[in-house]
């Protein structure tokens, strides 16, 4: 992960990257990506189990079908969560389909000016609704949806019971499998709302500050990066609609160098604002929409400078504090790597990642247990407790 383009505050990452010409002629078509020898395809089923296990808090879920992707020192850089046991086979394709309905419901009952219709991310309308922080803002806002219609249409699908389940389902898996990182975004949005009790969130509790509905019809991205977002956090994307995943809408990780197979109603959390990604067009009958959850880095970095910007906090800061504001920049992106869950220790149980804690190696003054080679910057894939798969 060292390799990823996190930006010298550790907050967000550094500028988009743009992929190399060559590379962005392939960036539509299946056959040539996985032709051109630079991409694997990852053929998931978008499935998994889930059991309580007696190892573990009862809070905590274990999946024998979901696939952590690790980076050479054990990371997990990203899960493919799949869809909850609790709701397997059609109680979860019943979920996807309501919820899809409320997305079309909600599409046809807004406005969109043309420059919501066309972003880049791509062509189609979207709705993002939480609080952020960053490009003018002075302070954390809600996001401004204009027309009493949009709204009322936007805060009816944060009622709907699908969505809400879609969304409590991404905020478990976040929880599960990169638990400091949860943590933190939970107490940085508690901090940040007991400071302006006037932001409202869009669900108690939750690790995100900030949800966006992709509401199609066809909603497909060319290759980019969330570099706004935080960058030791985690982007939900639950894909839903009515379209054949083995034909469209994969999830293309640039810098991994992987194509996932993204059926509708699964959940994949990566690090949208570290590494480029992209899905494939779908077919032109087809359907496809999002759920998407995450967190303005530039919120963290509010709440860490004092509730204030860094102009702000620069303008009155002591000799004392700007040593100490300069010192825990130059450690932000290493320290926050240090927080990503470790493989080891989830296989062992300690999916919190306690003894890590207690051993003091999260805030390791001497980082070099992070020091890797250029030649170890590749990714690895491993499905879960490969021995005890099952799929039901
Ligand atoms: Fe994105």
Excluded at 235 to 252: E, H, S
Excluded at 347 to 354: A, N, T
């Amino acid at each position: 992960m060292q390799s990823l383009p996190i930006s010298a505050s550790g907050w967000t990452a550094k500028g988009r990257q743009t992929l190399p010409a060559g590379l962005q002629k392939l960036s539509k078509d299946l056959d040539r990506l996985v032709g051109s020898g630079k991409f694997k395809l990852l053929d998931w089923d978008g499935r998994c189990v889930f059991f309580t296990s007696a190892l573990f808090p009862i809070e905590c879920i274990y999946c024998r079908q979901t696939v952590l992707l690790l980076d050479v020192q054990d990371r997990a850089v990203s899960v493919l969560g799949g869809v909850p046991n609790s709701s397997k086979g059609e109680a979860w394709r019943a979920v996807a389909e309501d919820a899809s309905q409320a997305l079309e419901q909600c599409a046809s009952a807004s406005s969109f000016s043309n420059a919501q219709l066309h972003g880049r991310r791509g062509d189609f309308a979207s709705r993002t609704v939480g609080f952020g922080y960053g490009n003018g803002r002075l302070k954390p806002q809600n996001f401004c949806i204009s027309g009493k219609t949009n709204r009322t249409a936007v805060q009816t699908l944060l009622q709907n019971q699908s969505i809400r389940r879609i969304c409590g389902f991404q905020s478990n898996l976040f929880n599960s499998f990169n638990h400091k990182n949860c943590r933190e975004s939970r107490e940085m949005i508690r901090d940040v709302c007991e400071r302006q009790p006037e932001l409202r969130v869009n669900f108690s509790h939750s690790p995100f500050a900030a949800l966006t509905f992709n509401l199609g019809p066809q909603s497909w991205s060319p290759p980019h990066m969330d570099a706004e977002n935080t960058a030791s956090g985690w982007c939900a994307d639950t894909a839903l609609g009515n379209y054949d995943p083995d034909k469209g809408g994969q999830l293309v990780l640039w810098d991994l160098g992987l194509v996932i197979r993204f059926p509708p109603g699964a959940t994949i959390l990566f690090p949208s604002a570290l590494i480029t990604h992209s899905t494939l067009p779908i077919q032109a009958h087809e359907t496809r929409y999002a759920i998407l959850q995450f967190s303005a880095g530039a919120l963290f970095r509010w709440r860490d400078n004092g509730f204030q910007s860094d102009k702000d906090f620069l303008a009155h800061a002591s000799a004392e504090q700007l040593k100490e504001w300069a010192s825990k920049r130059a450690r932000r992106g290493k320290l926050a790597l240090q927080k990503f869950s470790r493989w080891a220790d989830i296989c062992r149980g300690d999916w919190k990642g306690q003894a890590r804690t207690d051993a003091g190696l999260d805030e390791l003054s001497d980082l070099t247990d992070l020091d890797i080679s250029e030649s170890d910057v590749t990714s690895l894939t491993k499905p879960m407790c490969k021995k005890r798969s099952r799929r039901t």
